[in-house]
């Protein structure tokens, strides 16, 4: 009889465990997902918007960058 109440408590602790899990795994998931529209909205303000004439969009001065190591 103590095993089938053992194994009784263990199987109830292991429920409240993966409960837990669960509850903090959608917590992560809803911050990763609001950073994820704050960086979007973010990406958004510094993107050159259309008729914008300040920068360049093509052509070979102010569009690429020459590294050397």
């Known amino acids: 009889m103590d095993s089938i109440s053992a194994m009784s408590g263990m ?3 292991l429920q409240q465990y993966n409960a837990g899990q669960q509850n903090q795994m959608s917590l992560l998931k809803e911050s ?4 994820s529209s704050h960086v ?3 990406m958004e303000s510094v993107s050159p918007q259309q008729g914008d004439n300040k920068l360049a969009t093509s052509g070979s ?5 020459n590294t050397y190591a």
Not at 32 to 35: E, G, P, W, Y
């Open 61 to 65: 001065v102010g569009t690429q960058i």
């Open 32 to 35: 990763l997902d609001t950073q």
């Open 11 to 13: 199987a109830s602790a």
């Open 40 to 42: 979007s909205q973010l």
